[in-house]
């Protein structure tokens, strides 16, 4: 059986997202990113067109909205995606206005705590994926890219957070988290 050798991570790659250095500034994009989510999600959460009485209201209303953007000369909705609206989506619209508004809030207090960072932005990138494709630009755009350069950075985007305890808990290689902080040190080995 053939051995095969890990390729080696390139020098920028891994000061801008696994180094300790960099920690700080993945502190405060994280923060910021669920700040957005929080604020967003909370928005939701209080309105009765999202969790109250009118349940899927909201919801409703947004992707009838998105479903007239996949019509005409030139539509912003793929068909695959329109189909999925009027086919998935809007049956479930309570459901879906439920998990929009509490993914929202989850994944913005996810973020702030610096618990879980990687699958909490990963998880917030999809629901922005899914904004765009019903073709809703406005902050959908920003907040993707953040969430994608905080799931490349994983590794460190917690260190200031819940994630310094909770990843070596949970069996990532101990890299940074293994060592405590302020001492000295940069980037792990692949062997730790």
């Known amino acids: ?56 209201a909201a919801v409703t209303g947004y992707l009838q909205g998105a479903l007239g953007r996949a019509e005409g000369e030139s539509p912003s909705v793929t068909g695959w995606y329109a189909w999925m609206i009027e086919n998935l989506f809007l049956p479930n619209a309570t459901l879906m206005s439920w998990l929009v508004a509490w993914g929202e809030v989850l994944v913005g207090i996810a973020l702030i705590l610096g618990f879980l960072v990687g699958l ?12 765009l494709l019903a073709g809703t630009l406005s902050t959908n755009p920003v907040m993707f890219i953040l969430a994608t350069w905080l799931v490349l950075a994983w590794r ?32 792990p080995s692949p062997t730790t």
């Open 1 to 56: 059986m053939a051995r095969t050798l890990p390729y080696p991570e390139p020098r920028v790659s891994e000061f801008l997202f696994a180094s300790k250095a960099m920690a700080p500034v993945w502190a405060i994009i994280r923060i910021y990113l669920g700040w957005m989510w929080l604020t967003a999600g909370w928005g939701k959460v209080t309105s009765p067109a999202w969790t109250g009485e009118n349940a899927g």
């Open 120 to 131: 909490s932005a990963f998880l917030g990138g999809a629901m922005n994926v899914a904004f």
């Open 156 to 187: 460190v985007a917690g260190y200031y957070g819940l994630d310094y305890w909770v990843l070596p808990r949970l069996g990532a290689p101990k890299g940074l988290f293994g060592r405590q902080r302020g001492e000295g040190g940069g980037t």
